[in-house]
């Protein structure tokens, strides 16, 4: 099993778990403040993006993939 999981959520954020670091595009690393598990936005109306604020679920941010299809 791989140290590091991502599920993407229906209509929602990326969740991802295990020992990742998140970096700026100037290479700067955010604060995870020791969590194990952190939701990345990709809805795009997050106002703490890159992370997740719940934001999704009232811009009626529709996405829900499936693996393998
Ligand atoms: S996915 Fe949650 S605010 Fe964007």
Known sequence: MADVKITVRD????????PVEVSDGAGNTFDLKG??????C????????????GAHRDCN???????GS
């Open 61 to 67: 941010f529709e996405s829900a993939e499936r693996a």
């Open 11 to 18: 209509n929602g954020p990326f969740l991802v778990t295990g």
């Open 35 to 40: 969590k194990e598990t952190i939701a990345l």
């Open 42 to 53: 990709r809805c795009g109306v997050s106002a703490n993006r890159p992370f997740c604020d």
